[in-house]
C-alpha cells in the first residue's frame, strides 16, 4: 500500500475542540431529505411456524426512531443545534409517530409537507435471538412533483439566519434536481454552507455544494474505480472532487475518514477504538456534526475530527440513536 501524501491526522490542542463544541448551541441547521421512520420490533424466538419453515416471534416491545434526514435532524438537535427539517410525509398513522418524536427532540417541523400519494416511509427491523431477523420497508420512491419542490423551497426561505443546509438523499423521491437548483441558488445568495450526504445516481446534481460525504461504497459506485486501499481511495476522493468542484469527506467505516480539501493534500482521520455494536445511521451523525462545527468556523479537517469522534460514540449505540453534546464534549476532555 502506497502512503505517500496521505497526511495523518495528529490531535494537537483539544482545547481547541471544546472552544468549537461551545460555540455549537443555537446554530440554525436546515436539513432536508427522506424523512424515515426506524420501527425496532423485539421478541422472543418460541418455536418453528407450522404455517411455513418460519420462527414465531413472541413480542416484547416496540420501538420507533426518527430515520433518514430525521435522524439527521434529531443529531443536530441533541448536540444542541436548532434543526429545521424539510421532507415529506404520508397522510398515515407512521406519520403522527413520527412527528410526535421529531417534537419532543424540539425539531422544527413547519417545513415537512404531507403528499397523499405517499407514504410515510418505514424500516421495520424485528429482532429476536440479539439478531435481525427482518427488515421489512414501506415506501414509494417516486420523486415529488414541481409543487412540493416549490413548497419546500418556500418553506426553507422562510428560515432566517441559516448557517448551513445539510441534504440528507436517500434516494426516496424527495431530492431531484430542481430542488437541488433552488437550495444552491438560496444558499448561494445567502452565504450558506451546503453539505449533501448523496447517492450515487444523484451524483451530478451535487456539483459545486460546499461538502459531500460519500461512503468507501457510494464513492465506488461514483468513480468506478475498485476501492480496495488507501491509494484508491485518494483516487477516488480527488476524482470526484475535481469533478464536482467541492470538498469531499469520504468515510470509510472501521478505518475513519478521509479529507480532500479544494488544494490541499488528502488527510487521513484513523477511526476511534472503541466497542462497535451498530453502525446503522453513523453518517448521519457525521453530516450533523460537519454542520454544526463548520457553521463554529471550524476548519474542514477540525470538523472532521469532531465527527469521527462524534460517529465513534454512535456504532458504540445500538440501533438508530442521536449523539448527544454531553457525550461528544466528554470524548474530547
Ligand atoms: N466499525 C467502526 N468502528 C469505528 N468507527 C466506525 C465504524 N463504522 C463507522 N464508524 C465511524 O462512522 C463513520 C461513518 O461510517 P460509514 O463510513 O460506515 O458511513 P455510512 O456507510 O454512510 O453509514 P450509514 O449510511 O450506515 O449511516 C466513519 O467515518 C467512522 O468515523
Ligand atoms: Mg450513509
Known amino acids: 500500500m502506497k502512503k505517500d501524501n496521505i497526511l495523518r491526522f495528529t ?35 418460541e418455536r418453528i411456524s407450522q404455517e411455513a419453515p418460519i420462527p414465531i416471534i413472541r413480542v416484547t416491545d416496540e420501538k420507533y426512531a426518527p430515520g433518514g434526514a430525521a435522524n439527521v435532524a434529531a443529531n443536530i438537535s441533541t448536540l444542541g443545534g436548532d434543526a429545521f427539517l424539510f421532507g415529506i410525509v404520508g397522510n398515515d398513522y407512521y406519520k403522527d409517530i413520527l412527528l410526535d418524536k421529531l417534537y419532543s427532540l424540539e425539531i422544527s417541523t413547519d417545513g415537512i409537507l404531507t403528499n397523499t400519494k405517499k407514504n410515510t416511509v418505514l424500516k421495520t427491523r424485528i429482532i429476536g435471538l440479539e439478531q435481525q431477523l427482518l427488515r421489512m420497508d414501506k415506501e414509494n420512491i417516486e420523486y415529488i412533483g414541481d409543487q412540493f419542490v416549490e413548497k419546500l423551497l418556500t418553506n426553507l426561505k422562510d428560515v432566517d439566519d441559516l448557517s448551513a443546509i445539510i441534504i440528507s438523499d436517500y434516494a426516496k423521491g424527495t431530492i431531484t434536481e430542481d430542488l437541488l437548483k433552488g437550495v444552491k441558488e438560496f444558499a448561494q445568495k445567502n452565504n450558506i454552507t451546503v453539505i449533501v450526504d448523496p447517492k450515487p445516481k444523484h451524483y451530478a446534481w451535487y456539483k459545486g455544494v460546499t461538502l459531500i460525504t460519500p461512503n468507501r461504497n457510494e464513492s465506488q459506485k461514483i468513480t468506478g474505480f475498485n476501492i480496495e486501499n488507501e491509494d484508491s481511495i485518494k483516487k477516488a476522493g480527488k476524482k470526484i472532487q475535481e469533478d464536482l468542484n467541492s470538498n469531499i469527506i469520504m468515510t470509510a467505516g472501521n478505518i475513519g475518514m478521509y479529507v480532500f480539501e479544494k488544494g490541499k493534500e488528502p488527510i487521513h482521520i484513523p477511526a476511534v477504538a472503541r466497542e462497535v455494536y451498530d453502525v446503522t445511521g453513523a453518517g448521519d451523525t457525521v453530516v450533523a456534526a460537519l454542520a454544526l ?41
Open 11 to 45: 490531535p494537537n490542542n483539544s482545547h481547541n475542540f471544546l472552544e468549537i463544541l461551545k460555540r455549537f448551541s443555537n446554530k440554525k441547521i436546515a436539513v432536508i431529505g427522506d424523512l424515515m421512520l426506524d420501527k425496532y420490533v423485539y421478541g422472543e424466538v
Open 293 to 333: 462545527a463548520l457553521s463554529c468556523g471550524a476548519g474542514l479537517s477540525d470538523a472532521a475530527v469532531i465527527s469521527n469522534i462524534a460517529a465513534g460514540i454512535k456504532v458504540g449505540k445500538v440501533g438508530t440513536a442521536p449523539v448527544h453534546m454531553e457525550e461528544l464534549q466528554k470524548s474530547f476532555e
